[in-house]
């Protein structure tokens, strides 16, 4: 195992992941992006005001919560949640939006565009657009919308506008391809509220940064309760946002940490979404990282029954702790996700994003080996937006 990679270099790649491979008209966005937000990153007075919204209008911090049942937690070995899914809006997003649209303001952007999938990151853009009184569109393929009905009115709601994307598989990946669209089209004034830890510079390392809250949360509070650091970090990984906002405060640690990427219903192309377990390195929306792709370079349709794992690719921060051997990762299929998510709920009284199941799903699988160990699990969002999937039992 070689070391991780904390930082990006001035390219934006982190070891040989990374990049900024984007069309000429958005270079000289993404070079003010990135000048403000290394301002922002170490301004006391942006970052107290980030806190301050944060603690009182998201909730933060959220908290660890035991579990005691679910896969003999809480007699055979320590289960800790991250209840991300307390957080205003039900999940991790929030933690990104704010911070983002945060920034948008500061460098006088006057219009929102974000894309989304489970439509958690689409409603947390809204949420934080309006906090702010920006105008925000929202770009959703014609799949997640149909799947995702409550997350698109809930947008509507905030005032944002919903576009649908038909093109492709319509999910989340050709959501991303219309919304870097409309930025071309309207760069000067717009601001592109990414949603995951993918992408062109700065945009991986900026998520990380804003979701490392998780993970500073997290260490101080299981130290607190326990008296030490957890053995075993456990994150769902789609882009990856939530999983490197946990992981990334641990680096400097001897804590194993473990990525839960989504197995679908096989191994064959177009019936997953494990970019890390089975895919291999292209470049993909902006940057070298591993992705879903063909023999001739062609980027192929994934497939989870959670939406935000529906990603044919993954944050090159990711590929880089998948090189360096700073992180392992595995793949959960479907049916294992839908089957720890009626488990859990059932033992703990907690409904899980169907994301965060399939963590829970590689626990359960692998909970003879975890006897005697500390496991801390981000439950990165709640399982309302679901509940169309889990009724109609669909894998």
Not at 127 to 141: H, I, K, N, R, S
Not at 191 to 214: C, D, K
Not at 300 to 312: E, I, N, Q, R
């Amino acid at each position: 195992m070689t070391s991780p990679v904390r930082e990006p270099d001035a390219r934006g790649f982190f070891g040989t992941f990374g990049g900024r491979y984007m069309p000429e008209v958005l270079m000289p966005a993404l070079e003010e992006l990135g000048k403000a937000f290394e301002e922002v990153r170490g301004n006391a007075a942006f970052q107290g005001e980030l806190r301050t919204v944060m603690e009182e209008y998201s909730g933060r911090p959220t908290p660890l919560t035991a579990c005691r049942r679910y896969a003999g937690a809480g007699e055979d070995f320590v289960l800790e949640l991250k209840r991300e899914d307390l957080n205003h809006t039900g999940a991790h997003k929030i933690n990104n939006t704010l911070g983002q649209v945060m920034l948008a303001v500061r460098m006088g952007k006057t219009r929102i565009i974000a894309e989304t999938g489970a439509g958690q990151h689409g409603v947390a853009t809204a949420t934080a657009a309006a906090l702010f009184g920006l105008p925000c569109v929202v770009y959703m393929g014609v799949e997640d919308i149909r799947r995702q009905a409550l997350n698109v009115e809930r947008m509507k709601l905030l005032g944002a506008e919903v576009f649908p994307v038909d093109q492709g598989a319509g999910t989340l990946k050709d959501a991303v391809n219309e919304a870097m669209r409309d930025w071309v089209r309207n760069v000067g004034g717009t601001f592109y509220v990414l949603g995951s830890a993918v992408g062109p510079h700065p945009y991986p390392v900026m998520v990380r940064t804003f979701q490392s809250v998780i993970g500073i949360e997290a260490r101080e509070q299981f130290t607190q309760r326990h008296g030490t650091l957890p053995d075993l970090l456990v994150a769902c990984v789609g882009g990856g946002s939530n999983a490197a906002g946990l992981f990334h405060p641990f680096l400097d640690t001897s804590v194993q940490m473990v990525g839960i990427e989504a197995g679908g219903t096989g191994d064959d192309p177009g019936r997953h979404g494990s970019s890390l377990g089975l895919g291999s390195p292209g470049i993909f929306h902006g940057s070298l990282s591993y992705v879903l792709q063909n023999d001739d370079g062609q980027i192929v349709t994934a497939h989870s029954v959670s939406a935000g794992l529906d990603y044919p690719g993954v944050g090159p921060e990711h590929s880089q702790w998948k090189e360096s051997g700073s992180v392992a990762y595995y793949r959960v299929s479907d049916g294992e996700a839908l089957e720890a998510t009626r488990g859990f709920t059932r033992d703990e009284g907690i409904l899980p994003a169907l994301e965060a199941a399939h963590a829970l799903a590689w626990i359960f699988r692998e909970r003879e080996g975890l006897a005697g160990k500390k496991v801390l699990m981000c439950l990165s969002g709640r399982g309302d937006k679901d509940m169309e999937t889990l009724l109609e039992g669909r894998v």
